[in-house]
């Protein structure tokens, strides 16, 4: 597996960014998740997740930003994404992980 993950842990990333591709795919303009940005990421916390997924807990946004970080960081290592873009999502994740969890129930 990537970067020592266990392939559970991987499949687990995996599902949180397919939730993501989802939401991206759900509005116009239609956006692929190399073409994500904060806006998309903010958005997708505080509002379409907490409605739409009916298992939204603290412990599943926490899951997803750990996911989101990973994502973004592999996408500015690799080149998919310019690195002001992974900047702005983790300064994102990070100062507003509070208000992503006061938007779901425990």
């Known amino acids: 597996m990537h970067a020592g993950f266990a392939e559970k842990t991987v499949k687990h990333h995996v599902a949180n960014l397919d ?4 939401f ?4 116009d303009p239609l956006k ?4 994500a940005d904060r806006g998309d990421v903010w958005m997708f916390f505080v509002d379409w997740f907490p409605r739409k997924a009916s ?3 603290k412990s599943s946004v926490t ?10 960081q592999w996408l500015g290592e690799t080149g998919r994404v310019a690195p002001e873009i992974v900047t702005e999502v983790l300064t994102t994740l990070k100062e507003e992980r509070d208000t992503f969890l006061a938007n779901v129930d425990e």
């Not at 692929?32 to 073409?35: Q, Y």
């Not at 899951?63 to 973004?72: E, G, P």
Request: charged share 15%; aromatic share 24%; no cysteine.
């Open 19 to 22: 939730l993501f591709a989802t």
């Open 24 to 27: 991206l795919l759900s509005y």
């Open 32 to 35: 692929r998740l190399d073409a």
């Open 55 to 57: 298992w939204a807990s």
């Open 63 to 72: 899951s997803n930003i750990t996911s989101f970080k990973k994502f973004f």
